[in-house]
């Protein structure tokens, strides 16, 4: 501060020196101000300098456990204040084993990371980039069940080590944030089964970014992001078996007294690779806000799974294979499944469970524009089960392809009422097909494209593409309103047919009829087992006091197909109408004689 002081008076003097100058010279004062310049330019010039971060590094430069160049003591380093970075510089001849590795055997909890530092792995001068890390950090001799690096300072980074056979891997614990663990390598090596989480990000806006992570039997989680607007991303994440685990938990805490909001919220989990697992991405515990996308799982029991009061999510853009109970399982209400960037595709769903591709138990959920297909379950199922956040209502199902699925393509079971499954503007309708029959050879003819349990109630079903099941019933259920008839599909230009017809509902009420056409050779000839290939349009009717109206409207149509119809009165869509071939019009031209 003296410094300063000194400075400051100097400027003082400097400026009463200039002034005092200038007013007892006879010399024009412009000219005397040029030569004072170029006097003062010749002189040092004071700055006042900004405060700058000063980064100082002690280096590691043994194997051993502790004392003088042990991790051990560079970590008692930082958190003394004397250095905020740890560099790796262990000599060859601590090589273990000529692999290439030079391992750190821990025989005790290391000393908790403090302050905000930098433990790079990356410095060992024989790193070899995507060949792994070559700092093994192991745990397997610790007689109780410890945590491999642990940090509370905010705004620390691990880099580039392997971690293998403590309780935790990494850790960060601090309200500050910012924390980073990217390029590690984590799991069990010696056998040890103990590493319950391999890294656990309870610090806001932190980061777990490009490791690879092997889980075993005891493994609860691959990476547990627990603070808001953590993100996990470009991560390999390698289970044991489909029966243990979870790949990356997105974990909140129950708030005090029950309620909303949760405390954590706006986390992003995003092209991960996940395989071989219990449950490739999990939301619960009253997380919300939070975005998984462009996230890759194979052979998982669950792909996706979101429970626990867990809303307002975002599942968008993961591709989700071979999983063994279902592909994505939603329990809570108000999230969106597919669509913003891209849907989520759902395949081969085969094991020992339902093996749906997508099953949404909670209510008020979007699933749009996603694709399930192939799976040894249905394609979507839509119902109430014990342990859901809310019962399974007021879903909207639009733009999504549901096809040769071996059960149905969309279930609206266990009391799901006031759903939506289609729409009535362009591009809202679903593709809907029942079992491939490949798959189902000897059963065809005993499935449907929709099936709507008898508890299932005011489900809309409009503007969809349901079809190419041969023998199999397009809607199916035993509580729905009755299906309208077509009394005609006259053709009288080419390219367009006037359908008639009758519908039957409540005394004075609005019923919207829709209209269908289908190649001819995939339709039957009962009222029940018809389908919708092509939606063409739809006409409102008003019924009388006995609840009975007509109908006639001009569609554009495919010469050679059938026509059938579905009624929605009451909030509530029926069942296909008997298929109608299409009579064309003769025109007879007089003869002039």
């Not at 900004?50 to 430069?61: D, G, L, Y």
């Not at 103990?194 to 990000?201: F, N, S």
Request: hydrophobic share 30%; aromatic share 6%.
């Amino acid at each position: 501060m003296n410094v300063i002081r000194d400075l400051k008076n100097w400027k003082s003097k400097l400026e009463i020196s200039v002034f005092a100058s200038i007013k007892n010279s006879s010399v024009h004062p412009l000219r005397q101000v040029r030569r004072l310049a170029n006097k003062q330019a010749s002189k040092p010039v004071f700055e006042m300098l900004e405060e700058r971060q000063h980064f100082s590094i002690v280096t590691v430069t043994t194997t051993a456990d502790s004392g003088t160049g042990s991790l051990r003591s560079a970590i008692q380093a930082v958190d003394a204040g004397k250095d905020n970075t740890i560099d790796f510089d262990i000599p060859t001849s601590q090589e273990s084993g000529g692999l290439g590795m030079w391992m750190i055997n821990v025989k005790s909890a290391l000393p908790t990371l403090t302050k905000p530092a930098l433990i790079d792995g990356t410095s060992q001068p024989s790193y070899q980039g995507p060949y792994g890390p070559r700092i093994d950090l192991n745990g397997s001799e610790t007689t109780t069940a410890v945590v491999g690096l642990e940090a509370t300072g905010g705004n620390t980074t691990i880099r580039g080590l392997s971690i293998g056979d403590f309780s935790t891997g990494v850790e960060f614990s601090d309200s500050t944030g910012g924390d980073l663990v990217k390029g590690c390598e984590l799991g069990n090596y010696a056998g040890t089964n103990r590493m319950a989480t391999d890294i656990l990000l309870d610090s806001p806006h932190s980061t777990a970014t490009g490791n690879i992570i092997y889980l075993q039997q005891s493994t609860y989680s691959g990476i547990q992001a627990a603070g808001s607007y953590d993100s996990v991303s470009n991560n390999n994440i390698n289970g044991f078996d489909y029966s243990y685990g979870v790949g990356v938990d997105v974990e909140g805490v129950e708030p005090s007294g029950g309620g909303f909001p949760s405390n954590v919220t706006g986390v992003t989990v995003a092209n991960n690779a996940i395989n071989t697992i219990g449950t490739g991405v999990c939301s619960d515990n009253f997380t919300n806000d939070n975005t998984i996308s462009g996230n890759t799982i194979d052979d998982a029991d669950t792909g996706i799974l979101v429970e626990n009061y867990s809303s307002n999510n975002t599942l968008t853009n993961n591709v989700v294979t071979s999983s063994n109970l279902t592909g994505i399982s939603v329990l809570s209400s108000y999230n969106t499944i597919g669509k913003v960037g891209s849907g989520n595709t759902v395949t081969e769903s085969f094991g020992t469970g339902t093996c749906d591709g997508i099953d949404i138990y909670g209510g008020y959920n979007s699933i749009i524009g996603n694709t399930s297909s192939d799976n040894a379950g249905a394609g979507l199922v839509i119902s109430y089960i014990d342990g859901a956040d809310n019962f399974a209502v007021h879903n909207t199902v639009q733009d999504n392809t549901l096809d040769d699925n071996q059960g149905p393509g969309v279930v609206l079971g266990n009391d799901a009422s006031n759903n939506l499954i289609g729409g009535t503007s362009t591009g809202q309708g679903n593709v809907i097909t029942g079992p491939d029959e490949t798959l189902n050879g000897a059963n065809i003819g005993s499935f449907v494209d929709v099936s709507v349990d008898s508890t299932a109630s005011s489900n809309e079903i409009l503007g969809n593409s349901i079809s190419d099941s041969p023998g199999s019933f397009g809607i199916s259920g035993t509580s729905l309103p009755e299906a309208p008839t077509i009394s005609a599909a006259v053709a009288p230009i080419a390219g367009a047919a006037t359908i008639t017809g009758t519908v039957h509902s409540t005394a004075f009420t609005t019923v919207r009829v829709e209209l269908f056409a289908s190649p001819a050779e995939s339709s039957q000839a009962t009222p029940l087992d018809n389908e919708g290939a092509t939606y063409l349009g739809y006409v409102n009717v008003t019924t009388n006091l006995f609840g009975n109206a007509t109908y006639s409207t001009t569609v554009a149509r495919t010469p050679g197909e059938v026509i059938t119809a579905t009624a929605t009165s009451n909030g509530t869509t029926s069942e296909f109408s008997k298929a109608v071939t299409e009579t064309r019009l003769s025109v007879i031209v007089p003869r002039h004689i």
